[in-house]
């Protein structure tokens, strides 16, 4: 008998083992988000509270916003947390997502070299200010990688009547990467770049760049949240997910944002709705 219960015993601390893999994977969720976000420093700050709350970890794929969409839709994400509104309502109307939910929001800058060679400095109209950098053909830097932040740009090109695919020559210059890799480049080359402010604050190789234009109403930056439909993909880890949204929305996900500062200022504003 005493043979036969430790067989018995080794074989169940064997089909544990077999098994320890499979409830590991229950216990974590995949986020497709921005480079913002993660860059930023906000997912360091609010992730742990949430992992401690659930016991729920919280893997992040901080990818521009057009690549973090396509993520969703292939499958290979729980959460998708974003900043592209058109894009995530067509996200949702096509059936990759469940619902869209407001999360927060920020705003972009323009920021540019203080020696200002396109004399745009100061003013609040980034029309105005695009349409000069692109007639003084001043140095620009651009994500050129679908993301949230690449088409806030285009469509403020677009307002300030340029078809930037069209009329970019080497004054413009496409990076292909994150914000931080782009902030970057246009330190090294004393180039204008639009950014969130989120980047823009935790960044810290700015050369002799600063904030030229600010405060204009088209500088809004919202952000969204959406689970991946599981109806589309059954794979999706629906409870785990939704877990995450509900608590990000929520009153101490809201004021866990709140309280994500740098130097003493707030960097995302929550504005979920009630």
Do not use: C
Not at 35 to 64: C, D, N
């Amino acid at each position: 008998m005493d043979v036969i219960r430790r067989f018995l015993a080794a074989a169940f601390g064997a089909a544990l083992l077999a098994h320890a893999p499979a409830f590991a994977q229950q216990k974590f969720i995949t986020v497709a988000s921005t480079t913002s976000t993660e860059q930023s420093g906000l997912f360091k700050h609010i992730l742990p509270i949430f992992e401690q709350k659930t016991g729920i970890q919280v893997r992040v794929v901080a990818l521009g916003t057009g690549q973090a969409l396509d993520m969703g839709k292939r499958g290979d994400a729980d959460v998708v947390f974003v900043h592209a509104k058109p894009l995530e309502e067509k996200f949702v109307a096509e059936g990759f997502g469940v619902k869209r939910f407001e999360v927060m929001y920020n705003d972009f800058v323009l920021v540019g070299p203080k020696s200002d060679p396109a004399k745009v400095s100061g003013t609040k109209d980034i029309v105005a200010a695009l349409q000069k950098i692109k007639a003084a053909q001043a140095p620009f830097a651009s994500r050129g990688d679908k993301s949230g932040t690449h088409f806030a740009e285009v469509r403020l090109w677009k307002d300030a009547g340029v078809d930037i695919a069209k009329d970019k020559g080497p004054w413009y210059r496409e990076t292909g990467s994150g914000m931080g890799p782009t902030l970057n480049t246009a330190s090294g080359m004393n180039a204008y770049a639009l950014t969130d402010r989120g980047t823009w604050l935790s960044f810290k190789n700015r050369g002799d760049l600063v904030i030229s234009v600010e405060g204009d109403k088209r500088l809004f930056n919202q952000y969204g949240v959406m689970l991946v439909n599981p109806a589309t993909h059954p794979h999706v880890k629906k409870d785990m997910g939704q877990a995450f949204v509900d608590w990000v929305i929520s009153d101490e996900g809201q004021q866990a944002i709140a309280g994500f500062r740098i130097g003493g200022e707030q960097l995302f504003f929550p504005n979920a709705a009630p």
